[in-house]
Nanobody, 123 residues
Framework: QVQLVESGGGLVQAGGSLRLSCAAS????????MGWFRQAPGKEREFVAA????????NYADSVKGRFTISRDNAKNTVYLQMNSLKPEDTGVYFC????????????????WGRGTQVTVAS
């Protein structure tokens, strides 16, 4: 299994930007399709974005399309989430994940989760 550590969260005003990073351990990172998920207080964890092993294919939740960009650097064992035009409803803990299944329309999380990084968007 790959071990994951998220970073880059913080407090930002609505309309601002943040860039999240997820550092993965192990030499098999490039074999994993990767995803970002988030969990708001009192709500279930939800899908945000996913990226294929090569980085060529990506997928986004409708709520973040056009605002968020997922990318990866396999040489650095890192996946990123660039978040622009942030809204208060983007507030939550953001987790990265090595996906169990990835298709252009569905991303199923695997069992490897990091501790997450808190993102708070003030109105």
């Amino acid at each position: 299994q790959v071990q994951l550590v998220e970073s880059g969260g913080g407090l930002v005003q609505a309309g601002g930007s943040l860039r999240l990073s997820c550092a993965a351990s192990g030499r098999t990172f490039s074999m994993y399709n990767m995803g970002w998920f988030r969990q708001a207080p009192g709500k279930e964890r939800e899908f945000v974005a996913a990226i294929s092993t090569s980085g060529i294919s990506t997928n986004y939740a409708d709520s973040v399309k056009g605002r968020f960009t997922i990318s990866r650097d396999n040489a650095k064992n890192t996946v990123y989430l660039q978040m622009n035009s942030l809204k208060p409803e983007d507030t939550g803990v953001y987790f990265c994940n090595g996906l169990a299944r990835y298709t252009p329309t569905q991303s199923t999380p695997g069992t490897s989760w990091g501790r997450g990084t808190q993102v708070t968007v003030a109105s």
